[in-house]
């Protein structure tokens, strides 16, 4: 059971390495310079983490619940706006987008991580828990939305959002190498979006 205190000081450690790792990346971030941030010892900081990367992991989760938190309500939003089924999904499809990372600095911290659990055993299981966790929330909203135009999926809600967040992370990564396509968002994406769904029977 986590005791007020405790949960305090994890609360306190989450947020101070939350910027410490958007300000030096995961690699270049001390313990040390999380937990001055956090105005705590050492001891205190592996009382409640295993490790840096057991931290980021909580860092993770919490960011990406908050990710689809907000994006649940603009998505509910959007449905309200119009009868209008494509101008939604264009809608959705943006919202989906700009949701998945709220920044350049957060994608290339999740990219970072990625690299080191795909190195590290230890941190496959845990990191593919905590990318199944983000996308079953995405699916769960993609699947209220649908559920509200009177459509279904055409494949599986996982392969939905998978394909979904294949795409902003090319859309997102072209962006950073220079190449502006504002199709991607505009078009690209909907029609992909579109392609997934079906009336209802």
């Given at each position: 059971?986590?005791?007020?205190?405790?949960?305090?000081t994890?609360?306190?450690?989450?947020?101070?390495?939350?910027?410490?790792?958007?300000?030096?990346?995961?690699?270049?971030?001390?313990v040390?310079?999380?937990?001055?941030?956090?105005?705590?010892?050492?001891?205190?900081?592996?009382?409640?983490?295993?490790?840096?990367?057991?931290?980021?992991?909580?860092?993770?989760?919490?960011?990406?619940?908050?990710?689809?938190?907000?994006?649940?309500?603009?998505?509910?939003?959007?449905?309200?706006?119009?009868?209008?089924?494509?101008?939604?999904?264009?809608?959705?499809?943006?919202?989906?987008?700009?949701?998945?990372?709220?920044?350049?600095?957060?994608?290339?911290?999740?990219?970072?991580?990625?690299?080191?659990?795909?190195?590290?055993?230890?941190?496959?299981?845990?990191?593919?828990?905590?990318?199944?966790?983000?996308?079953?929330?995405?699916?769960?909203?993609?699947?209220?939305?649908?559920?509200?135009?009177?459509?279904?999926?055409?494949?599986?809600?996982?392969?939905?959002?998978?394909?979904?967040?294949?795409?902003?992370?090319t859309?997102?990564?072209?962006?950073?190498?220079?190449?502006?396509?504002?199709?991607?968002?505009?078009?690209?994406?909907?029609?992909?979006?579109?392609?997934?769904?079906?009336?209802?029977n």
């Open positions: 059971m986590t005791t007020r205190r405790r949960a305090e994890q609360r306190r450690l989450i947020d101070a390495a939350y910027e410490v790792f958007c300000e030096l990346g995961i690699r270049d971030a001390p040390e310079v999380i937990c001055e941030r956090a105005g705590f010892t050492r001891g205190a900081f592996y009382s409640n983490f295993d490790s840096k990367e057991d931290l980021f992991l909580a860092v993770y989760r919490e960011q990406m619940q908050e990710r689809v938190d907000r994006l649940r309500a603009a998505v509910d939003d959007a449905a309200k706006s119009s009868d209008d089924v494509t101008q939604v999904l264009q809608h959705a499809a943006v919202l989906f987008m700009e949701s998945l990372t709220s920044d350049v600095t957060w994608y290339l911290l999740n990219v970072e991580f990625r690299a080191q659990a795909l190195r590290q055993p230890e941190l496959r299981a845990p990191t593919a828990a905590a990318e199944a966790r983000f996308h079953d929330g995405l699916a769960e909203i993609l699947l209220g939305l649908l559920n509200k135009l009177g459509l279904r999926l055409t494949v599986e809600p996982r392969s939905a959002v998978d394909t979904i967040v294949a795409l902003y992370q859309m997102l990564e072209r962006s950073l190498l220079g190449e502006q396509d504002s199709r991607y968002v505009t078009d690209v994406i909907p029609r992909v979006f579109a392609s997934l769904v079906t009336r209802e």
